[in-house]
């Protein structure tokens, strides 16, 4: 099974405009994340959709949870 880190856009809670889509996206291209040696080698989508840097919390804890559903 391929194991890549996956992100998904969300949009708030009572937001009106479309729908954030509904699958997910690689943080990551297909062959990076094999090869990556910490979380800052990933990025991600913020909630308003930009691309961020994990490097960006680099001396900061960081707890990354799965909050995929079905």
Request: with cysteine; net charge neutral; charged share 20%.
């Given at each position: 099974a391929d194991l890549g880190l996956l992100c998904r856009q969300?949009?708030?809670?009572?937001?009106s405009q479309e729908p954030a889509p509904n699958s997910p996206?690689?943080?990551?291209?297909?062959?990076?994340?094999?090869?990556?040696r910490a979380i800052y080698d990933f990025h991600a989508l913020d909630i308003d959709g930009n691309d961020v840097s994990l490097e960006r919390y680099r001396g900061s804890v960081c707890i990354i949870t799965n909050v995929a559903s079905k």
């Open positions: 969300t949009q708030p809670r009572g937001y996206t690689p943080c990551a291209q297909a062959e990076d994340w094999r090869s990556a």
